[in-house]
């Protein structure tokens, strides 16, 4: 199968998706360059029209998608940063997702923000965070995390069909991420967890940009301890395919989960006390988390400090698995920033 | 759109209606039966009375807090059974029992109202987007009140407008007060209507106690809207003759420790929409003595049935909650 990089992925999807269904557009601060390199080709073939570059008014931003999915239209509200969000937090946060509910299922918002992710750039507090906490605790959006070229193209096709406000929570260091694509077209489904490694001893559930951090140490792991870890990447939040997390821990005993959001609150803290609630009989140790520190995340150097590292969850594994000598993989896994 | 007897009288019954609506909105609060709460609109039914006699039902109107939004869904074509229904918290509301006190129905052009006030000012511009994209001249009005113009959604939604000349008209119903606070205390000018200068946008200051000053400032900025020449900015100077909400004292008043001279009220009631387009029938002769009895009687019925239909219609099913989060 070809091989194209995640960021291209991203690109076809809006391609062809835009093709498809004219009532799709995409608007966003500078969308028609698109900084992470996700725009190309996309206002030559379809115009200043339906590839709106907007002022720098994230309320505006998201607000007017609300107005325009409600009106019939299914625009892609495009964040250059996620961060950027909560300037649009009620748009989003209430208008976006409790609109149809409050209004007793009596309008639909088909909308889709997309958002790029993500820290381990140096780059401060407000230009690295994972959203994940704050979309997750509002009921009426979905969510999305690709972690892969193959499920960025998959996963946007979904997002743009459905007929419910999505974020999509695009990785910032996975945009120069090679994948196979196949040429033919195709979606993910949403609620479909994959199981992106088979394991006994240990069940890792990761997120994003971390899936290929936790594979690259599950593999060292199983060379040189022969530690044997699943890791299963929910690819989205919401829906949550529990099921299929839960056998997976039923088999291997134990549980990590490894998200870049903060550990307070964040997606750790619901997907374990879920395994606490349902899966707590089969639990050989407590449920562990690795997640960013409860502190903002730090610019530059002291990035590091805050943010999950390769050896936490190698760490994570040795005390679930009831190893006091953790493998070191300090060097040996690298984190790699866009910057 | 030519100013016929008919709609004359179209437009006075649409103030007795709104009138009446309101006043059973109240009386059903103090006698228990709201689910919620209510924030009366008496002074300011001109407005949305006239805004709508010149829209059509897929034209979208986002309407505002104030009165709940009663004076333009009402004459925007929302039954006023389904209104008072929601308050009633039941299944057959304009909220289908969800919302508390707010409606949608895309069909009459309602796509709904939240509860931050200014929170649908970037959804106007949106639906102008879609509106614009689709190419049939509907048009959009983005209602709030001058408490809104406190929120940066007005400004962005503004900008867009006028950027992409979006069919949207921004209405504007200046009654003087964001809830107990009196706009000079928080603004440094008198008339809102100058926030429209600094993006390009035309705007006219109205006097919202005078349904025909309504509707003939209306129609050119829905004539701009339809045609693509962009968004306009209409000030209506208007007026709320109760309370913030009811069961309040009136903060604002005067001798209830608030900030509204009582000769304030007294001079704005002097000028009551409903009476003042009354006397102006009359004296013209389209409206005899025995029409405005008949108006109103038919008005207090419609209001007696819609609180017979509201106290008799089901409760919503908590069982339908998934079904209302997300769409299939």
Redesign the interface.
């Known amino acids: 199968m070809r091989q194209i990089l995640y960021n291209a992925a991203i690109n076809e999807a809006m391609h062809e998706e835009m093709e498809r269904d004219e009532t799709v557009y995409m608007i966003g601060e500078e969308c028609s360059q698109c900084v992470w390199g996700t725009s190309a080709g996309l206002s030559e073939k379809f115009g200043a029209h339906r590839i709106r570059d907007s002022a720098i008014s994230e309320a505006a931003i998201i607000g007017s998608s609300v107005g325009a999915a409600l009106a019939g239209y299914r625009p892609i509200s495009y964040m250059m940063f996620a961060d950027f969000m909560m300037c649009g937090a009620d748009e989003l946060l209430y208008k976006a997702a409790k609109w149809r509910f409050a209004h007793g299922g009596k309008v639909k918002i088909p909308l889709v923000v997309r958002a790029p992710i993500g820290g381990y750039s140096g780059i401060g507090a407000e230009h690295s965070q994972c959203m994940e906490s704050w979309v997750w605790r509002t009921p009426g959006l979905k969510i999305a995390i690709p972690s892969n070229p193959y499920d960025a193209k998959g996963l946007l096709k979904t997002a743009i069909r459905d007929d419910n406000p999505v974020v999509f929570l695009e990785h910032k260091n996975l945009m120069g991420m090679e994948g196979p694509v196949p040429e033919e077209t195709y979606t993910v489904p949403f609620g479909k967890a994959e199981i992106k490694r088979e394991g006994t001893d240990v069940t890792i559930v990761a997120t994003g940009y971390l899936v290929s951090v936790t594979l690259q140490v599950a593999n060292l792991l199983q060379k040189e301890k022969g530690v044997n870890v699943e890791v299963i990447d929910p690819r989205t939040l919401e829906p949550l395919d529990l099921d299929t997390i839960l056998a997976s821990v039923k088999k291997t005993k134990g549980a990590i989960i490894v998200d870049e959001d903060t550990m307070r609150c964040g997606p750790g803290a619901e997907i374990g006390m879920q395994i606490m609630e349902n899966a707590f009989d089969y639990l050989d140790a407590p449920v562990k988390r690795v997640a960013a520190k409860n502190y903002p995340i730090a610019g530059a150097y002291l990035e590091q400090f805050v943010l999950p590292q390769p050896q936490d969850i190698a760490n994570a594994v040795a005390e679930v698995t009831g190893d006091s000598e953790p493998l070191n993989v300090a060097g040996r896994v690298a984190t790699k920033g866009v910057f | 759109m030519e100013v016929t007897n008919e709609l004359l009288i179209k437009l006075y019954t649409q103030l007795v209606r709104v009138r009446k609506l309101d006043e059973k909105m109240i009386e059903c609060l103090f006698a228990g039966k709201l689910r919620t709460f209510f924030h009366s609109g008496q002074g300011q039914e001109a407005p949305g009375v006239a805004l709508c006699a010149h829209l059509n039902d897929d034209d979208?109107v986002?309407y505002n807090h104030r009165s709940h939004g009663l004076n333009k869904c009402l004459p925007k074509g929302m039954p006023a059974k389904q209104i008072l229904a929601e308050h009633f918290g039941r299944a057959t509301?304009g909220?289908?029992?969800?919302?508390g006190f707010?409606?949608?129905?895309?069909n009459l052009g309602l796509?709904?109202m939240?509860?931050?006030v200014a929170?649908?000012?970037?959804?106007?511009?949106?639906?102008?987007?879609?509106?614009q994209?689709?190419g049939k001249g509907q048009v959009?009005v983005s209602c709030f009140g001058d408490g809104a113009t406190g929120r940066?959604?007005l400004h962005?939604?503004m900008?867009?407008a006028a950027?992409?000349k979006l069919p949207v008209i921004w209405f504007c119903e200046n009654n003087l007060y964001a809830q107990w606070t009196r706009v000079n205390v928080t603004h440094p000018r008198e008339d809102l209507s100058d926030l429209a200068q600094g993006y390009g946008i035309p705007a006219a200051i109205v006097d919202g106690q005078d349904v025909m000053a309504v509707y003939e400032a209306v129609g050119p900025a829905v004539e701009r809207a339809r045609s693509g020449k962009g968004p306009t900015f209409l000030e209506m100077k208007t007026y709320r003759f109760r309370p913030h909400a009811e069961g309040f004292p009136d903060f604002s008043v005067q001798t209830q420790g608030g900030m509204r001279p009582s000769t304030e009220t007294e001079e704005w009631m002097r000028r009551d929409p409903v009476r003042l387009f009354k006397t102006s029938l009359m004296e013209k002769g389209v409206l005899t003595q025995d029409d405005v009895v008949r108006i109103d009687k038919e008005a207090d019925d419609e209001m007696a049935e819609a609180e017979r239909f509201s106290a008799e219609s089901p409760w919503?099913d908590p069982k339908?909650?998934d079904?209302?989060?997300?769409?299939?």
């Open positions: 979208m986002f509301g909220g289908n029992g969800f919302a707010h409606y949608a129905d895309l796509p709904g939240g509860g931050m929170g649908e000012l970037t959804l106007a511009a949106g639906a102008g987007i879609a509106c994209l689709r959009v940066g959604p962005e939604g900008l867009m950027a992409w919503p339908d909650f079904k209302a989060l997300y769409a299939d």
